[in-house]
T-cell receptor, first 112, second 119 residues
Framework: TQLLEQSPQFLSIQEGENLTVYCNSS?????LQWYRQEPGEGPVLLVT?????EVKKLKRLTFQFGDARKDSSLHITAAQPGDTGLYLC????????????FGTGTRLKVLA | DTGVSQDPRHKITKRGQNVTFRCDPI?????LYWYRQTLGQGPEFLTY????????KSRLLSDRFSAERPKGSFSTLEIQRTEQGDSAMYLC?????????????????FGPGTRLTVL
């Protein structure tokens, strides 16, 4: 059972455009992370959110955790070719386990 | 570089052979995790250790799979009698382990992965 659904699965946009990636679940998460992964490499941590309603910014990337801690979004402003990659959300459920449940992934391609 | 390291980066083997992968976590990280990622999917949890104790195993971890972390530092993942369905990227991650699941100290940092191809 996939607890975290990401949308869209694929996104191809022109340099300079804005985009939003969504990560949704029917379960409550204790914390939620966003990662970016390049082909053949491991995921690289971008941000962690733990409080409902929390908003974090990382340069042109804005991350939001839903009030009920069941969903999250990643917004990229003025996308650049260097933003190309696989974006993954991951979280720990409220069961007390430390393992991550990963989302299905969003593959982003930014064209120059 | 003091990040998570994995060895080998790539492994090609024939069906039925045994393979072993090694993971060296970030120094002083207490928790170590193994995940498996197949093409086009997000990683799936396999198992994790707190120091040398294996605290949780996924149902994905069949009896052909075994993981160890004998001294609470590096870990090995062994797959016996490999099958073509074992072909995947095997990822290792570590976290400091000083906080609960809601703590940012539980952030997991991933290694580059070991790509396994079973012919």
């Amino acid at each position: 059972t996939q607890l975290l659904e990401q949308s869209p699965q694929f996104l191809s946009i022109q340099e300079g455009e804005n985009l939003t990636v969504y990560c949704n679940s029917s379960s409550v998460f204790s914390s939620l992370q966003w990662y970016r992964q390049e082909p053949g490499e491991g995921p690289v941590l971008l941000v962690t959110v733990v409080t409902g309603g929390e908003v974090k910014k990382l340069k042109r990337l804005t991350f939001q955790f839903g009030d009920a801690r069941k969903d999250s979004s990643l917004h990229i402003t003025a996308a650049q070719p260097g933003d190309t990659g696989l974006y993954l959300c991951a979280g720990t459920t409220t069961s007390g386990t430390y393992k991550y449940i990963f989302g299905t992934g969003t593959r982003l391609k930014v064209l120059a | 570089d003091t990040g998570v390291s994995q060895d080998p980066r790539h492994k090609i083997t024939k069906r039925g052979q045994n393979v072993t992968f090694r993971c060296d976590p970030i120094s002083e990280h207490n928790r170590l995790y193994w995940y498996r990622q197949t093409l086009g999917q997000g990683p799936e949890f396999l198992t994790y250790f707190q120091n040398e104790a294996q605290l949780e195993k996924s149902r994905l971890l069949s009896d052909r799979f075994s993981a160890e972390r004998p001294k609470g530092s590096f870990s090995t993942l062994e797959i016996q009698r490999t099958e073509q369905g074992d072909s995947a990227m095997y990822l290792c991650a570590s976290s400091s382990g000083t906080g609960g699941p809601r703590s940012s100290y539980n952030e997991q940092f991933f290694g580059p992965g070991t790509r396994l191809t079973v012919l």
